[in-house]
Each structure stands twice: as structure tokens, then as C-alpha cells.
């Protein structure tokens, strides 16, 4: 697929939709999360065309909000209200309007922030909101295919799909990849407009949104932190070693990171282990959400890596970090995403376990050719899974699935 056929993100289906509608028809009250500029706003329309529409940015509605949250949310009888973390308040007198009066589908929510973990919220919504993540668009959205990575996977059926017309190989995936999901970066006609465009978004969301997550002092170390993560992004995490770079202790930086996981923009990823409770103390990497804003923090473009290509590999271990999230968060059940290295430095990037323990192992590679050497971590990985291992795929920057022994494949990256 040319870069010049992708056009106005509000095109696309959204995956997530089906499942917010079904939401609504049994729910009193739904919630969709994920980062700003993702398509929170059209989607909740969308879901809910005839719902009166409330929007926490507009400073007015904000005010009368933050002031009577009850007498506000008693005037309503059905809505949809967006960027809900700019008024906590509101989710208690929600949850009283929801108490008295249980129909379904009486409010869709959205939030620019996980608010579910915001510590100024101490009323639950349990039983009474079912959240969903929307995060920037997907691979497959913007084929327009079904997200059926995942199933294809589990029963290793590669060869039955027909994506010729959506490949995306060759010099055209690094343009694909620097650009991301964000349905506005993506409308934009240059990778230099782009990246303008995503250093505009980072700055708003210092100034403005972090404050709404945690009230820290200073925030002025944040925008280095960032840059030091960019670079950083697919490593084990070291807490102290960024802090001695940007003059702070590792408490502080272990809270600026928790305020940018919360606001969507990196995540921690665990390490697998057997046992599970092991898994919890093991140290993570640190992987951004999305590789167009990591690509601009970095300062990576298309020029660079002609002449660098070699620092394309951690930018698109966090596309598929991205890819593979926005496939999780369309099942309704627990899948626990990792990755694995062992005491000789031998690793996976990322393993994907079912709740029922089965395992997906897969590693990422950006050149156009896979040999059986690329399998070296999948198969040492495979001996501690033992009957839990599923598949080992490879991704790589090709057209074709192809197999490489007993339940080993390496798979086009275009098939996320």
C-alpha cells in the first residue's frame, strides 16, 4: 500500500466500536480511555449519535462541573461527556444518578488519562462502568482488515490471508512506522509537519494534562525524561542510571514514568517468568505506545535512517509493541503481555500468553531476509515453555509467511 492511499483517519472503522455498543446496551454507564487525539471524541459520537454532547475542554461546562458535580450530572438524563479527568468530582455524582436509576447505556464517558487510577478518585464505579482503551489507530484499521493477528497465530493459519494490495515493504514501512496512529499526524502531508505536529502534542501535554494525573512542582524535567526514554525505549529500565542523567532521584523518576503511563505515552512491559509472582519484581523495559511521537523525540526521520538505518530497530519494536496493545485491548479477557531474557543474556522481544497459558513468542526484525539464526532466542525460550508453546514468529520486512521448522514462522510485519 503507497503512503498516498492512507487518508483522513475518520474514515476508518474502529474495532473497539462493536464492543462499546454492546457496552452500552447492558451497562449503565461506559468509559473510553486512551491517549488525546486518538478518536475518543468521533468514536463516542459515533457510538451515541443522539446523546446530548459535554465537553470538559469547553471552560464553561468545566466550571459548572467542578462547582455542583450533583446538581450537574442531575440535569442530565443521558450524555456523552468527554475528557472526564478534568472533573473527578463528577464520577461520584455519577455514580449516585447510576444508583437511583440503572438503565443502561445513560452515559458514555471519555478520559484522556487512566482515571481508574488517578488517586483524587475515591468513590469506585464498580458494577456500574465498563471500560474500554482506545488507542491511536491500528495496522488493521487502517488496511481495513480484521484484527485477526491473534487468531492467526494461536492456530498458525498464515497462508489463507490475502493482504497483497495492503504490504506495506521495503523503504515505504519506515515512512508507514515514523508516522504512527494518530489520526491527526497521520493527515498531515510531510514527515517535517508530522513530527511538528507531535512535538506540539507533547508540549500540550506537559503544560496542561499532567496536571490533571499528578500535581508535581516542577515539570520542567519531564520533557528530558521523555527524550531519555525515547532513547532508552526497548531497554531494561534503570531507574537510577536516567535519574543521574537529569539530576533526580530514582523515587522521582519512578513517579514521572507511573504520570506518563497514565497519560498513555510508554508502558512498562514485565519480564515473563514461569512463576508469575517472580514476574512482578523481575526488572521491565520501557516501551513508548506509539512510534511517531517516539520517532519525534528521538528526532528520527526517513533522512536519517538512510544514511543510520541501524536506529530504526528500537522505533519499530515500539510499533509492534503498539500493534500487538491495540490487539489485546479488543479481547475481553486477560492476556499478559512480556518479554523474555535469561541469565546468558538470550532474549525474546515479546512474549503474548493467553489466560488459558498459551504462549506466542515473537521477535522483531526489520530487514528483508529471516534465517534459522533469528529463531535463537524462540527456541531457547521454547525449552522453558515446554507444552504452553504455541508459536515463535519472526516479523520481518517481507512479503511471504514462511516456515522454519515445527511451529516457527516468520511472518510480514503488514500481517499486525
Given at each position: ?190 514527515m517535517r509537519r508530522r513530527q511538528a505536529w507531535a512535538q506540539s502534542y507533547l508540549t500540550t501535554l506537559i503544560e496542561r494534562d499532567i496536571q490533571d494525573v499528578a500535581r508535581i512542582n516542577d515539570a520542567t524535567r519531564i520533557p528530558q525524561l521523555m527524550v531519555i526514554l525515547a532513547m532508552l525505549s526497548g531497554q531494561m529500565l534503570n531507574l ?109 522481544d515479546f512474549v503474548v500468553e493467553s489466560p488459558l497459558r498459551a504462549i506466542l513468542a515473537i521477535e522483531v526484525k526489520a530487514a528483508a531476509t529471516v534465517t534459522a539464526a533469528d529463531f535463537k532466542g524462540i527456541r531457547r525460550f ?35
Amino acid at each position: 500500500m503507497e503512503f498516498s492511499q492512507i487518508k483522513n483517519a475518520d474514515l476508518f472503522a474502529r474495532h473497539l466500536q462493536p464492543l462499546l455498543k454492546e457496552a452500552l446496551s447492558d451497562t449503565p454507564a461506559v468509559l473510553i480511555n486512551g491517549p488525546r487525539q486518538s478518536g475518543k471524541t468521533t468514536l463516542a459520537q459515533q457510538c451515541a449519535p443522539k446523546f446530548p454532547y459535554i465537553s470538559l475542554d469547553d471552560a464553561t461546562q468545566l466550571a459548572a462541573a467542578q462547582n455542583d458535580p450533583v446538581g450537574f450530572v442531575n440535569r442530565i438524563d443521558c450524555a456523552v461527556i468527554d475528557e472526564i479527568q478534568h472533573a473527578p468530582g463528577l464520577l461520584s455524582a455519577i455514580k449516585l444518578s447510576i444508583d437511583s436509576d440503572r438503565r443502561p447505556g445513560r452515559f458514555l464517558l471519555t478520559g484522556s488519562a487512566n482515571i481508574m487510577s488517578l488517586p483524587m478518585i475515591s468513590d469506585s464505579l464498580a458494577g456500574r462502568v465498563e471500560v474500554h482503551t482506545l488507542l491511536p489507530l491500528s495496522n488493521a484499521e487502517i488496511a481495513g482488515h480484521s484484527p485477526d493477528f491473534l487468531e492467526r497465530a494461536l492456530t498458525q493459519r498464515w497462508h489463507d490471508r490475502d493482504i497483497a494490495a495492503q504490504l506495506v515493504i521495503g523503504d515505504s514501512i519506515i515512512e508507514h512506522v515514523l508516522t504512527g496512529g494518530y489520526p491527526e499526524m497521520r493527515s498531515r502531508t510531510s514527515m517535517r509537519r508530522r513530527q511538528a505536529w507531535a512535538q506540539s502534542y507533547l508540549t500540550t501535554l506537559i503544560e496542561r494534562d499532567i496536571q490533571d494525573v499528578a500535581r508535581i512542582n516542577d515539570a520542567t524535567r519531564i520533557p528530558q525524561l521523555m527524550v531519555i526514554l525515547a532513547m532508552l525505549s526497548g531497554q531494561m529500565l534503570n531507574l537510577t542510571q536516567i535519574g543521574g542523567q537529569i539530576g533526580l532521584n530514582a523515587h522521582t523518576v519512578e513517579k514521572y514514568i507511573g504520570i506518563l503511563e497514565k497519560l498513555f505515552l510508554v508502558r512498562r512491559l514485565p519480564a515473563w517468568r514461569r512463576n508469575e509472582l517472580v514476574r512482578l519484581i523481575k526488572t521491565p523495559k520501557i516501551h513508548f505506545m506509539d512510534a511517531g511521537l517516539h520517532a519525534a523525540l528521538a528526532r528520527v526521520s526517513p533522512e536519517l535512517l538512510g544514511v543510520d538505518r541501524t536506529r530504526f530497530g528500537a522505533i519499530l519494536e515500539s510499533w509492534v509493541h503498539g500493534e500487538l496493545l491495540k490487539t489485546l485491548s479488543l479481547t475481553s479477557k486477560q492476556w499478559f503481555l512480556s518479554h523474555y531474557r535469561d541469565k546468558d543474556q538470550v532474549e525474546v522481544d515479546f512474549v503474548v500468553e493467553s489466560p488459558l497459558r498459551a504462549i506466542l513468542a515473537i521477535e522483531v526484525k526489520a530487514a528483508a531476509t529471516v534465517t534459522a539464526a533469528d529463531f535463537k532466542g524462540i527456541r531457547r525460550f521454547r525449552e522453558h515453555c515446554g507444552e504452553a508453546f504455541v508459536s515463535g514468529i519472526v516479523l520481518y520486512n517481507g512479503r511471504e509467511a514462511l516456515p522454519f521448522g515445527k511451529d516457527l514462522w516468520a511472518v510480514p510485519l503488514s500481517y499486525l
